[in-house]
């Protein structure tokens, strides 16, 4: 069982978000927080495997609570939970070391796919917000520093390596993009591992940023 923790300052959202996670076999909420601090007070307390942080939140915000968890239970699997106009604080998630975001107006499969794929070490961009990270990043001061800081690092890779870091790049799964390299799986994942390290990225989502500010990937 994925062992999730749900932080919201509205009832009414931790509820809907309950209730959804809650019919699925394979997921068990199993402490709710309305702010950022009892989410990190509750994330080592109840042995969470994935933690759901708003962003805006009385008491502790959740880029606070994220930055927290990172030092104090590094185990926990962080995502973000976004709206429109929130892309900022969003990539100051990813860069921090969340497991991804998703839009509080998801569908109910995504936010469980989202679910498993931090819980299996995987990065999740909700489909329904990178484009406008992507876009921010693009028109946002510095990106032609960012670009030449990211290709700088990325030349100590194999070329294979940036073959595998151009389809983190693209969001693709382990699996996925074995499929497309003709790799098996478990190659995949040791050669994700191998990356991180290299390049010093604390997660896949990280990487896939660096993989994009280094033009390489879809």
């Known amino acids: 069982m994925i062992r999730v923790l749900v932080t919201d300052d509205e009832p009414l959202i931790r509820a809907g ?9 394979d997921i068990d909420v199993v402490a709710e927080a309305a702010n950022g601090r009892e989410a990190v007070e509750l994330a080592r307390s109840q042995h969470v495997d994935v933690a759901l942080l708003d962003i805006q939140m009385p008491v502790m915000d959740g ?17 973000i939970l976004t709206t429109f106009g929130e892309q900022q604080n969003v990539l100051r998630a990813l860069t921090g ?11 109910p499969a995504e936010l ?14 909700s489909p329904g917000a990178t484009r406008h990270v992507v876009d921010s990043l693009a028109s946002g001061g510095g990106a032609a520093h960012r670009a030449e800081q990211a290709r700088r690092r990325v030349e100590k890779l194999t070329d294979r390596e ?6 983190l790049g693209e969001g693709l799964s382990n699996a996925d993009a074995g499929r497309r390299i ?14 991180l390290a290299k390049l010093e990225c604390e997660n ?15």
Do not use: C, N, W
Request: avoid cysteine; glycine fraction near 8%.
């Open 17 to 25: 978000i309950r209730m959804i996670l809650s019919s699925a076999d």
């Open 63 to 79: 880029l606070t609570a994220l930055a927290e968890l990172r030092r104090t239970a590094p185990g926990v699997r962080v995502l």
């Open 97 to 107: 070391g969340s497991a991804g975001f998703l839009l509080k107006d998801s569908a």
């Open 112 to 125: 469980m796919g989202a679910v498993r794929a931090a819980a299996a070490g995987q990065a999740y961009l």
């Open 162 to 167: 940036r073959d595998v870091l151009a389809l």
């Open 182 to 195: 003709h790799m098996s799986e478990a190659t995949v994942k040791t050669y994700v591992s191998r990356i």
């Open 204 to 218: 896949r989502v990280q990487a896939a940023l660096l993989a994009r500010d280094a033009g390489l990937g879809a």
